[in-house]
């Protein structure tokens, strides 16, 4: 795929608040396999890392996915701010759904015989035997809070010094395995639906990670605090100016420095 056609595929994904351009830098990198630079509004991809049109999109959704939220929420392009936030995974993640249901990231571990017997076998072995066990756990530890109860004795210095166990943890494992969940889905993720408290929103959250929805999508879906209200074109332009002002403020200091020591 050239950058032209790349362009295409991202467009398909999600119309964007801005425009932006896609260049093949024409090179390989051990560091990173592409990277975005708001001030540009480029994604650049070096495209000799790529053994497959199926890797080349994975990355270039990725970047893609930094474009459409710092276009989205302009002060996480300011410095110091993190660009791999749960917000960032959620919306990855969901380009990604929308790029395998138009065709055009195509995964090998949905169609290679291999990679889909290995992947069974980990939820199955694993992923759900783990939550079932952990589920048992916290079954157990209600249990033993009862007795605790009626003798008198600490829960926390039952779980804490006789157990060996964080008492926040023990929390943890009886609140998740009171709300009975579904253990296919995996233990980490029945931790994030017992975190849910409206009946309606757990029964959809289960129901994503059924449809094989990432951690993070549902998390920010059902989870994240409500959103901001949304931003004027004259609030974003002026939160724009303003990180300009100070980059060219930084960028003039810098300047001084720098004929300072060539003076001398």
């Excluded at 992947?119 to 009862?146: C, I, P, S, W």
């Excluded at 980490?188 to 993070?216: V, Y």
């Excluded at 989870?223 to 209200?229: H, S």
Aim: glycine content about 4%; overall charge positive.
């Amino acid at each position: 795929m050239n950058q032209d056609a790349v362009k295409a595929a991202l467009l398909r994904l999600r119309e964007p608040a801005e425009d932006f351009s896609v260049l093949m830098t024409g090179k390989a990198s051990k560091r990173v396999n592409g990277f975005y630079r708001y001030e540009e509004r480029t994604i650049y991809l070096h495209n000799k890392n790529f053994r497959n049109d199926a890797d080349l999109i994975y990355t270039a959704v990725h970047e893609y996915a930094h474009h459409l939220l710092i276009c989205d929420r302009p002060e996480t392009a300011s410095a110091g701010a993190r660009c791999h936030t749960q917000s960032f995974w959620a919306l990855f993640h969901s380009l990604l759904d929308a790029a395998e249901e138009k065709g055009i990231y195509a995964p090998l571990y949905r169609t290679d015989p291999e990679l889909k017997a290995l992947a069974a076998r980990l939820r199955e072995r694993y992923l759900k035997d783990n939550a079932v066990l952990m589920t048992e756990f916290g079954r157990e530890l209600a249990q033993a809070f009862t007795l605790c109860v009626q003798k008198g004795v600490r829960f926390e210095d039952f779980t804490d010094r006789c157990l060996g166990l964080h008492r926040a943890e023990a929390r943890t494992l009886m609140r998740v395995s009171a709300i009975g969940g579904d253990p296919s889905v995996g233990w980490e993720n029945l931790k994030t639906l017992s975190k849910i408290r409206d009946e309606q929103e757990l029964q959809k959250a289960n129901e994503a990670f059924r449809e094989g929805k990432s951690g993070d999508y549902v998390k920010e879906e059902f989870l994240a605090k409500p959103k901001r209200k949304e931003q004027t074109e004259e609030e974003r332009l002026l939160e724009e100016k303003k990180r300009l002002e100070r980059t060219i403020r930084n960028l003039e200091k810098r300047l001084a420095e720098v004929n300072r020591r060539l003076e001398q």
